[in-house]
């Protein structure tokens, strides 16, 4: 079973730019997660669709953080502009969605904003 | 905001030793406790999970102890080895995904 992809594996920007993240999903998983994870932390939620709907993104800072989850397959998270305290890693996970279902996670895009 | 708390931060262990992972939640709605493992450059993996419903729960060398009266959890592997250098994080959630997660554990067996 192919696990869930995520591009670029890395990404060095400076303060005020933009980037973009890429995730494919396990297919058939109808929820899919963006987490960010700083070093030294757990990940933290920014944002869950399911299906192609937005489920929770009371996380999200919306004044520069946005995402979209194509056709409900596909899913893309931007940051613009970004702040030096978004250097993290960013992590996709999917899942069926049924209560207790484990999450799948990808390896990761690392961010490095100077 | 809801919070899992982790204990302790990092934790070296003889190969063959018990390391144990500790972790305190508040919120009493949380209904379902996982642990993910995580190893460098990679996203994290579930490991083993429990309900609050039993006390125990083993996987091979792994176990999860749980107390709900004192609201807690904890990871135990039996026979440690140095492919489980890693971080492991204790997580927990509610009714239905997402987990909210612990900061993390980062453990190292020696030979």
């Known amino acids: 079973e192919a696990g869930v992809a995520q591009s670029p594996r890395y990404k060095i920007i400076e303060k005020r730019q933009s980037v973009a993240f890429w995730c494919n999903p396990i297919?058939?998983?109808?929820?899919l997660y963006w987490y960010q994870q700083i070093l030294g932390q757990g990940p933290k939620l920014l944002i869950q669709?399911?299906?192609?709907?937005?489920?929770?993104d009371s996380q999200l800072p919306k004044d520069r953080f946005s995402a979209e989850r194509l056709k409900g397959v596909d899913s893309t998270l931007k940051i613009q502009p970004a702040k030096l305290e978004d250097s993290a890693v960013y992590l996709c996970?999917?899942?069926?969605?049924?209560?207790?279902?484990?999450?799948?996670f990808g390896s990761g895009t690392q961010l490095s904003v100077l | 905001q809801q919070q899992v708390k982790q204990s302790p931060q990092s934790l070296i262990v003889q190969k063959g030793g018990i390391p144990i992972i500790n972790c305190a939640y508040e919120?009493?709605?949380?209904?379902?406790f996982p642990w993910y493992q995580q190893f460098p450059g990679k996203g994290p993996a579930l490991l083993i999970a429990?309900?609050?419903?039993?006390s125990e729960k083993k996987e091979g060398r792994f176990t999860i102890s749980f107390n709900k009266s004192a609201k807690q959890f904890s990871l135990h592997i039996m026979d440690s080895q140095p492919g489980d250098s890693a971080t492991y994080f204790c997580?927990?959630?509610?009714?239905?995904?997402?987990?909210?997660f612990g900061k993390g554990t980062r453990l190292s067996v020696i030979a």
């Open positions: 996970a999917s899942s069926s969605g049924q209560v207790g279902e484990k999450l799948f």
């Open positions: 297919s058939g998983h109808a929820t």
């Open positions: 669709f399911q299906n192609n709907g937005v489920v929770d």
């Open positions: 919120n009493t709605a949380f209904d379902y």
């Open positions: 429990i309900r609050p419903d039993v």
């Open positions: 997580a927990a959630s509610m009714n239905y995904p997402p987990l909210v």
